[in-house]
């Protein structure tokens, strides 16, 4: 990877505002459309999207492996194919083109007018067609948290928990877009106090924090990936609101773990930040105690400092933050997680989507969920205008935000934000 493109003291031609998650050091990949045209894929910088169908129609993508098709589609699967030497050299050349002092594109307002579009004019869609999803359950903290509420403390982690990266395959087809609302779901649930379960509205459901990779294509069924190799099969992050109800979960998931209480909602960001665009953000992970088995270790630093806010907006409200995180605090990598997931055989494919697991800090006011952050309801959360949140409630509006940030750079993912409808 040339280190220009990460390197701190690049400015752009374009003006980016102090601040912003779209410097020019960022540049992530998503799907645009404007008012009726076809979707499109694009870059960001500052307040623009980037058409990157129209940079290849004027010609700006000359000995680069692509071709229009990877970019005149609502997805960026077809991009993807070309792998992370593909995606790596096509950042590269964005980079190029709008870093202060090019002026291959900035001499040409005609063609400026036509690769550069205001965000104000666009809509986002789902970045990338999800064939399968898997959801991990990696931060130590909130493993711990959870198996206070519903153990105790002597007996919080299960015996697993620190030899392997616990997940569980969820539902692709309900992984949606930021801004796109949803209704509570309903399920059936049992009351502590009832013999007997009863259907209706869940009543408590709660956000979960997390980020989520993806990959490109993976290697065929029987293959494994080693976490010296999964840097190179991981595209890039999003942030990921992986909704929960609780009671229905509570009621339904022994033995066979989540089904319903899970896979009516989970949002993500539009924006995929590459990790080639989170490098700079490395930092060392926890040490491992147990040791892990051979094929979990790893070297160097492979976690990513990530600063996380999670806020509740009520209906006409003010937002209000309710927990500030940091994806640095997970005991699992992301490495760690790709190299057991495939470790069976299983074939990981283009466009898989891998959740986190809620992230949860050491204190107080940095767990990922409600769960955490009113203890099971005990502790509920005093909301400005004279109410509170034990749980989510119909018409809150649940943000999450996510940057990184060191040297003068800010490298974001914009923001995951979803309101609550009542139950149909």
């Given at each position: 990877?040339?280190?220009?493109?990460?390197?701190?003291?690049?400015?752009?031609?374009?003006e980016v505002s102090k601040g912003s998650d779209f410097p020019?050091?960022?540049?992530?990949?998503?799907?645009?459309?404007?008012?009726?045209?076809?979707?499109?894929?694009?870059?960001?910088?500052?307040?623009?999207?980037?058409?990157?169908?129209?940079?290849?129609?004027?010609?700006y993508m000359e000995n680069l492996p692509f071709s229009l098709e990877d970019f005149d589609t609502d997805s960026l699967n077809i991009m993807m194919k070309k792998g992370k030497v593909g995606t790596r050299k096509l950042r590269e050349r964005i980079s190029k083109l709008f870093q202060a002092g090019s002026e291959?594109?900035?001499?040409?307002?005609?063609?400026?007018?036509?690769?550069?579009?205001?965000?104000?004019?666009?809509?986002?869609?789902?970045?990338?067609?999800?064939?399968?999803?898997?959801?991990?359950?990696?931060?130590?903290?909130?493993?711990?948290?959870?198996?206070?509420?519903?153990?105790?403390?002597?007996?919080?982690?299960?015996?697993?928990?620190?030899?392997?990266?616990?997940?569980y395959h969820g539902r692709a087809s309900s992984i949606i877009p930021s801004g796109v609302d949803f209704h509570r779901p309903k399920g059936q649930k049992k009351p502590p106090t009832a013999d007997v379960?009863?259907?209706?509205?869940?009543?408590?459901?709660?956000?979960?924090?997390?980020?989520?990779?993806?990959?490109?294509?993976?290697?065929?069924?029987?293959?494994?990936?080693?976490?010296?190799?999964?840097?190179d099969y991981i595209f890039?992050?999003?942030?990921?609101n992986d909704w929960s109800a609780r009671d229905i979960q509570g009621w339904e998931y022994v033995p066979l773990g989540p089904f319903l209480g899970k896979s009516f909602a989970s949002h993500i960001s539009c924006w995929i930040v590459t990790l080639d665009a989170l490098e700079p953000f490395r930092v060392s992970g926890p040490v491992q105690d147990p040791k892990v088995l051979p094929y979990l270790e790893y070297s160097g630093d492979k976690h990513i400092a990530i600063n996380l806010d999670v806020l509740i907006?009520?209906?006409?409200?003010?937002?209000?933050?309710?927990?500030?995180?940091?994806?640095?605090?997970?005991?699992?990598?992301?490495n760690q997680q790709l190299a057991h997931h495939s470790v069976n055989g299983c074939n990981i494919r283009l466009g898989d989507c891998m959740g986190s697991g809620t992230i949860s800090g050491p204190n107080e006011g940095e767990y990922g969920s409600m769960l955490e952050i009113s203890w099971k309801g005990t502790?509920?959360?005093p909301m400005p205008d004279g109410t509170e949140r034990k749980f989510i409630l119909d018409n809150?509006?649940?943000?999450?935000?996510?940057?990184?940030?060191?040297?003068?750079v800010r490298i974001g993912f914009g923001e995951v934000a979803a309101k609550v409808l009542p139950v149909t």
């Open positions: 990877m040339s280190l220009s493109v990460n390197d701190p003291s690049l400015t752009s031609w374009v020019v050091q960022n540049l992530p990949f998503g799907i645009i459309k404007v008012g009726d045209d076809q979707p499109r894929v694009a870059s960001r910088i500052g307040e623009f999207a980037i058409d990157l169908k129209s940079m290849f129609v004027l010609g291959d594109l900035h001499t040409k307002q005609h063609h400026v007018d036509q690769i550069l579009i205001s965000i104000d004019e666009v809509t986002m869609l789902m970045p990338i067609v999800i064939g399968d999803y898997t959801d991990f359950y990696s931060s130590e903290q909130h493993a711990y948290n959870v198996g206070c509420l519903f153990r105790d403390p002597e007996n919080a982690l299960m015996p697993n928990w620190k030899h392997i990266p616990v997940g379960p009863v259907f209706g509205p869940s009543n408590l459901l709660d956000f979960e924090l997390e980020t989520a990779f993806f990959t490109y294509e993976g290697k065929p069924l029987g293959g494994s990936i080693s976490t010296e190799e999964a840097d890039g992050m999003a942030l990921l907006k009520p209906e006409g409200k003010e937002e209000v933050s309710v927990c500030k995180s940091n994806y640095k605090h997970m005991y699992w990598n992301m502790k509920p959360f809150d509006t649940v943000i999450m935000r996510g940057y990184c940030e060191k040297d003068g």
